[in-house]
């Protein structure tokens, strides 16, 4: 035993932690796709989230003028010789049949 401790002792020590040069220590191309994938997701995260959010305004206006009528109130108070437009699939009224919907 007292041969390995002398041995173990006789080693030279690794360098310093602060010995290490900066160029070793970049997380090179591996982290920067991870960084890149990461904001990406959250850049289409942010863009699902706002449609959501917008179509369920569109539906929450479509329902309260749908109830309006039904109760017998004029929807925004204009009183209009047009017939009333039904809501289109998303909840917006003002999409013409004849539109492209995406």
């Given at each position: 035993?007292?041969?390995?401790?002398?041995?173990?002792?006789?080693?030279?020590?690794?360098?310093?932690?602060?010995?290490?040069?900066?160029?070793?220590?970049?997380?090179?191309?591996?982290?920067?796709?991870?960084?890149?994938?990461?904001?990406?997701?959250?850049?289409?995260?942010?863009?699902?989230?706002?449609?959501?959010?917008?179509?369920?305004?569109?539906?929450a206006e479509i329902r309260e003028r749908l109830?309006?009528?039904?109760?017998?109130?004029?929807?925004?108070?204009?009183?209009?010789d047009e017939p009333s437009r039904p809501a289109?699939?998303?909840?917006?009224?003002?999409?013409?049949d004849d539109t492209e919907r995406g």
């Amino acid at each position: 035993m007292s041969t390995i401790a002398a041995v173990l002792a006789a080693t030279t020590p690794s360098p310093s932690p602060s010995g290490v040069p900066d160029v070793d220590v970049t997380p090179g191309v591996a982290g920067f796709v991870a960084i890149a994938l990461v904001a990406i997701v959250t850049i289409l995260l942010v863009v699902d989230m706002t449609r959501r959010i917008r179509r369920t305004r569109y539906r929450a206006e479509i329902r309260e003028r749908l109830e309006a009528e039904v109760a017998g109130e004029p929807g925004d108070g204009a009183v209009t010789d047009e017939p009333s437009r039904p809501a289109a699939e998303d909840g917006r009224a003002d999409v013409g049949d004849d539109t492209e919907r995406g």
